[in-house]
């Protein structure tokens, strides 16, 4: 599975970006997505993520109600709409996969979950 991330850049507090990701190797979207996000001098934070199958979302507490996770699996794909962004959400944002069907739904806000990343797009939001 290979992942890469594309979409980032500047924006003001209070706009909009929308990241994605082309997924190769995920034939008709078996394995859940996610997206993390890490900061200078900070560890990786948990975004959003998606199960296959029924698509639930998943996200994080700092991101909830202004970002929403997609996917399009016919175009192999998976998006991160971030609205009323913040200068606190600036970080560069990855795109990863579980590599597998079947993930418990606690398992998909940890990195260690996910066996295939994207190499990270940036996003800087200025005040």
């Known amino acids: 599975v290979q992942l890469q991330a594309f979409g980032g850049g500047l924006v003001q507090a209070g706009g909009s970006l929308r990241l994605s990701c082309s997924v190769s190797?995920?034939?008709?979207?078996?394995?859940?997505l996610g997206w993390f996000r890490q900061a200078p001098g900070k560890e990786r934070e948990f975004v959003a993520a998606m199960r296959p199958g029924d698509g639930n979302r998943f996200y994080g507490d700092s991101v909830k109600g202004r970002f929403s996770i997609s996917r399009d699996n016919d175009k192999n794909g998976v998006y991160l709409q971030m609205n009323s962004l913040k200068p606190e959400d600036t970080a560069v944002y990855y795109c990863a996969s579980t590599g597998a069907r079947n993930t418990i739904n606690s398992a998909y806000r940890r990195s260690s979950t996910y066996s295939y990343w994207g190499q990270g797009t940036q996003v800087t939001v200025s005040s």
């Open positions: 190797g995920d034939t008709g979207g078996r394995h859940g």
